[in-house]
């Protein structure tokens, strides 16, 4: 049996380089080790059509000509419609070929996947025991896809079978180690401006927060069925080994010479007391590298009471993208953040600035809950702009399928929009109460451009002082931003009706 991976041709954002939008997707390397040592007689490809600059001309001849069994793909919700052009073409030229999907948009969107007889099965969850179980079959003479937790598929009559959520992998260092091999690594963010020959890794799975907003704690949740048939998440966080982290921190620096590690996890520093035996056991061995992390304010603040944040300055962290959200606590609140508040965020920052300026201060704001208005909205542009933090990253509040917020919206009159091809966090696709579509455009988009222009002199120093790897990427930063702005300003002289587009589309993506 061959399976051909595919991550279709995707556009680019506008904000920053080409090499800076194409990291490493991480679930193909991971759901190939899995098969790999489970299912070894099979044999696999993964293809990442922008690592390979493989435009679409050339990847239907590619999906046309290939040998394989099976063709599996997932992506985000805003690059479905990508997914099905690939789907298409697999139906058309390979019609016996198995085609499966995955992610976090298909499980709640079924008819994206089995409309048109487009796919034949939906893995959903945490894939990796989902999909050997179901190879298995596959290659039965007599397959029996009934009882395959994770499995959404259709029946022999068409229609379509849930076999529920499976439950989670509770010990993560069961899994092998992610299939890297299968993947050119070395052409990941080889010129990339931001993480410079970066890789993305992961130690922990899920999130104990259950934010409304968020689609990536339900993939990793633990799904429990009620009495009434239906299925509720319930947030559990759960992480791999300090030792088998290091494992893989030594195998991606000092086997693939990577410099750069891209710590995919929802909140790194979750649980602060293995952080805290992570950096000892880094600092012991001495490895030099950097690394980016996706994190929190309050995890953060406690890192730095247990001495746990300087120590993860020494041993190489250098940029925390952290979510602030939101200024008001009636929209923390609604977005399931009630711990969190603006204060705290503030207080974070002040302490980034002032005694660890190595590290990169990059928080995130979204706009428009529905009790948005213009008034509220102002504040929290201000408090962003107070904020004084090395990065500023303005948003609209999207809700993706999946997520407590999507079904809210669409059941309030508030969702507007139902193209998913516009749910890139750029757009607005959900109204207020208080504003419009176009008003939430008009108000909120020119201050998404405008709020990295306040406080020059500081966003100038921190381009020419303190650690050269900030110092580069706050420079290269101001020129991609510059070079962001003035696209969108060109708008006004283009022809009547153009819209600036957050996504560019790439020199070789017709191709």
Same mark, same amino acid.
């Given at each position: 049996?061959?399976?051909?991976?595919?991550?279709?041709?995707?556009?680019?954002?506008?904000?920053?380089?080409?090499?800076?939008?194409?990291?490493?997707? =991480?679930?193909?390397?991971?759901?190939?080790?899995?098969?790999? !040592?489970?299912?070894?007689?099979?044999?696999?490809?993964?293809?990442? $059509?922008?690592?390979?600059?493989?435009?679409? %001309?050339? =990847?239907?001849?590619?999906?046309?000509?290939?040998?394989?069994?099976?063709?599996?793909?997932?992506?985000?919700?805003?690059?479905?419609? #990508?997914?099905? %052009?690939?789907?298409?073409?697999? +139906?058309?030229?390979?019609?016996?070929?198995?085609?499966?999907?995955?992610?976090?948009?298909?499980?709640?969107?079924?008819?994206?996947?089995?409309?048109?007889?487009?796919?034949?099965?939906? &893995?959903?969850?945490?894939?990796?025991?989902?999909?050997?179980?179901?190879?298995?079959? /596959?290659?039965?003479?007599?397959?029996?896809? #009934?009882?395959?937790?994770? =499995?959404?598929? !259709?029946?022999?009559?068409?229609?379509?079978?849930?076999?529920?959520?499976?439950?989670?992998?509770?010990?993560?260092?069961?899994?092998?180690?992610? #299939?890297?091999?299968?993947?050119?690594?070395?052409?990941?963010?080889?010129?990339?401006?931001?993480?410079?020959?970066?890789?993305?890794?992961?130690?922990? %799975?899920?999130?104990? @927060?259950? $934010?409304?907003?968020?689609?990536?704690?339900?993939?990793?949740? $633990?799904?429990?069925?009620?009495?009434?048939?239906?299925?509720?998440?319930?947030?559990?966080? !759960?992480?791999?080994?300090?030792?088998?982290?290091?494992?893989?921190?030594?195998?991606?620096?000092?086997?693939?010479?990577?410099?750069?590690?891209?710590?995919?996890?929802?909140?790194?520093?979750?649980?602060?007391?293995?952080?805290?035996?992570?950096?000892?056991?880094?600092?012991?061995?001495?490895?030099?590298?950097?690394?980016?992390?996706?994190?929190?304010?309050?995890?953060?603040?406690?890192?730095?009471?247990?001495?746990?944040?300087?120590?993860?300055?020494?041993?190489?962290?250098?940029?925390?993208?952290?979510?602030?959200?939101?200024?008001?606590?009636?929209? /923390?609140?609604?977005?399931?953040?009630?711990?969190?508040?603006?204060?705290?965020?503030?207080?974070?920052?002040?302490?980034?600035?002032?005694?660890?300026?190595?590290?990169?201060?990059?928080?995130?704001? @979204?706009?428009? &809950?529905?009790?948005?208005?213009?008034?509220?909205?102002?504040?929290?542009?201000?408090?962003?702009?107070?904020?004084? $933090?090395?990065?500023?990253?303005?948003?609209?509040?999207?809700?993706?399928?999946?997520?407590?917020?999507?079904?809210?919206?669409?059941?309030?009159?508030?969702?507007?929009?139902?193209?998913?091809? +516009?749910?890139?966090?750029?757009?607005?696709?959900?109204?207020?109460?208080?504003?419009?579509?176009?008003?939430?455009?008009?108000?909120? #988009?020119?201050?998404?451009?405008? &709020?990295?222009?306040?406080?020059?002199?500081?966003?100038?120093?921190?381009?020419?002082?303190?650690?050269?790897?900030?110092?580069?990427?706050?420079?290269?930063?101001?020129?991609?931003?510059?070079?962001?702005?003035?696209?969108? /300003?060109?708008?006004?002289? %283009? +022809?009547?009706?153009?819209?600036?587009?957050?996504? &560019?589309?790439?020199?070789?993506?017709?191709?």
């Amino acid at each position: 049996m061959n399976i051909l991976f595919v991550r279709p041709p995707r556009l680019t954002w506008s904000h920053v380089d080409e090499d800076s939008n194409n990291i490493l997707p =991480l679930a193909y390397p991971c759901l190939a080790a899995q098969i790999r !040592r489970d299912l070894p007689q099979i044999k696999m490809k993964i293809l990442d $059509c922008n690592i390979e600059k493989m435009g679409w %001309r050339r =990847l239907e001849q590619h999906i046309k000509d290939s040998q394989y069994d099976v063709l599996a793909l997932g992506s985000e919700t805003v690059y479905v419609d #990508a997914d099905k %052009r690939v789907l298409r073409w697999s +139906k058309q030229y390979h019609p016996e070929a198995v085609r499966i999907v995955g992610g976090r948009h298909y499980p709640y969107n079924i008819s994206d996947a089995f409309d048109d007889d487009l796919a034949h099965f939906i &893995v959903r969850g945490e894939g990796e025991i989902t999909l050997v179980k179901l190879l298995e079959q /596959l290659q039965s003479p007599a397959p029996q896809y #009934a009882g395959i937790q994770g =499995l959404i598929w !259709r029946g022999p009559n068409g229609e379509v079978r849930d076999e529920g959520w499976r439950p989670l992998a509770q010990n993560l260092d069961d899994f092998p180690l992610p #299939a890297y091999d299968l993947t050119p690594v070395e052409k990941y963010a080889r010129h990339s401006a931001f993480w410079t020959n970066g890789i993305t890794i992961e130690h922990g %799975r899920g999130c104990e @927060m259950g $934010c409304k907003f968020c689609t990536f704690w339900p993939q990793m949740a $633990c799904w429990n069925p009620q009495p009434s048939g239906e299925w509720l998440p319930l947030p559990q966080y !759960r992480t791999k080994s300090v030792e088998r982290t290091v494992e893989e921190v030594d195998w991606l620096i000092n086997g693939y010479k990577k410099g750069l590690l891209f710590f995919v996890d929802g909140t790194f520093e979750h649980d602060v007391e293995w952080t805290n035996r992570f950096f000892d056991e880094i600092l012991r061995r001495g490895d030099k590298f950097v690394f980016w992390t996706f994190s929190r304010a309050d995890t953060l603040l406690k890192c730095e009471e247990q001495g746990v944040l300087a120590k993860g300055v020494r041993a190489g962290w250098r940029h925390m993208l952290i979510g602030a959200e939101h200024s008001e606590p009636m929209a /923390l609140n609604y977005l399931g953040k009630p711990g969190e508040n603006a204060d705290r965020v503030l207080k974070l920052v002040r302490l980034l600035t002032k005694k660890y300026p190595e590290v990169i201060s990059h928080v995130t704001f @979204m706009g428009g &809950v529905p009790e948005d208005n213009k008034t509220t909205l102002t504040r929290l542009y201000k408090y962003a702009v107070d904020l004084k $933090c090395d990065v500023a990253s303005m948003h609209f509040l999207t809700p993706m399928p999946g997520t407590e917020l999507y079904e809210e919206a669409k059941r309030e009159g508030l969702l507007k929009v139902f193209d998913h091809t +516009k749910y890139n966090w750029f757009a607005p696709v959900m109204a207020t109460r208080y504003l419009s579509i176009e008003d939430l455009d008009r108000f909120w #988009a020119p201050k998404i451009l405008s &709020v990295n222009f306040h406080h020059p002199l500081h966003k100038i120093k921190r381009m020419f002082t303190g650690d050269p790897e900030n110092r580069r990427v706050m420079r290269i930063g101001f020129l991609m931003f510059f070079r962001y702005i003035l696209n969108y /300003l060109l708008m006004f002289f %283009r +022809k009547p009706g153009t819209k600036f587009r957050s996504f &560019v589309t790439p020199a070789w993506y017709d191709s």
